[in-house]
């Protein structure tokens, strides 16, 4: 080992996303705007998620209500996903969600 420490296991898969987060020009992340809630049932959350991370949009994921307890135990939130992204952004999300959900049909 070379003395430092480099220990992930257990931590968020988003351990770096405040380095792709766009800043503003204080050197400041951008508020993050709501994009959508997703239920886990049909892993519909990690599907949109990897699909924005690849075009480039940072999201951040919150576990309404109990549902980081319930992701923990069961694997999946009850309440489902609420997924955020810069506010610059937003705009480009939701274009490429509407995208994706017409191509679902």
């Avoid at 980081?68 to 810069?86: A, E, H, Q, R, W």
Wanted: glycine letters at 12%; hydrophobic letters at 30%; proline letters at 8%.
């Amino acid at each position: 080992m070379n003395g430092e420490n480099n220990l992930h296991w257990g931590r968020s898969v988003n351990r770096d996303l405040m380095s792709r987060w766009p800043k503003d020009g204080q050197g400041q992340p951008e508020p993050p705007a709501f994009l959508c809630n997703c239920r886990n049932h049909d892993m519909g959350d990690e599907l949109r998620i990897n699909m924005l991370e690849a075009y480039g949009i940072p999201c951040l994921r919150i576990y309404p209500g109990d549902g980081s307890f319930g992701k923990v135990v069961l694997g999946m939130s009850g309440p489902g996903t609420d997924i955020y992204v810069p506010t610059s952004m937003l705009n480009d999300a939701k274009a490429l969600c509407e995208e994706e959900n017409n191509e679902e049909l």
